[in-house]
């Protein structure tokens, strides 16, 4: 009677784990994408602390610093760009303290 018990409790116990394992693997990561047209204005404004170009979000507070850098026709400080973009978990450049590194997508001027 003991080993029965014993043997529906770790067959209980080994299959109710297995589900949970496959559960989480259909978790979603926690990066962020946005997409559909989001305006924004390129900025040179932090480049004295070690961040090249920076973009401003028009619609939020969000500073994004594009990773891949910017065309060199868009990189002119208070040029007015469209864009998609998701945010990138990944660590900011050395001496740079403000925004979030960004892939930007279909990047084009307003």
Not at 14 to 25: H, R, V
Not at 38 to 63: A, F, M, N, P, W
């Amino acid at each position: 009677m003991k080993w029965i018990f014993l043997f529906l409790t770790v067959s209980l116990f080994a299959f109710s784990s297995c589900k949970c394992c496959k559960e989480g693997k259909k978790c979603d990561t926690n990066v962020t994408a946005t997409q559909g047209t989001t305006t924004g204005t390129v900025s040179h404004k932090y480049r004295d602390t070690g961040c090249k170009t920076v973009i401003l979000v028009s619609e939020s507070e969000q500073v994004l610093i594009p990773v891949e850098g910017l065309p060199q026709d868009l990189d002119v400080d208070g040029k007015v760009i469209t864009f998609d973009f998701t945010v990138l978990r990944m660590p900011q450049p050395e001496g740079c303290n403000t925004g979030q590194p960004a892939q930007l997508m279909n990047v084009s001027a307003k």
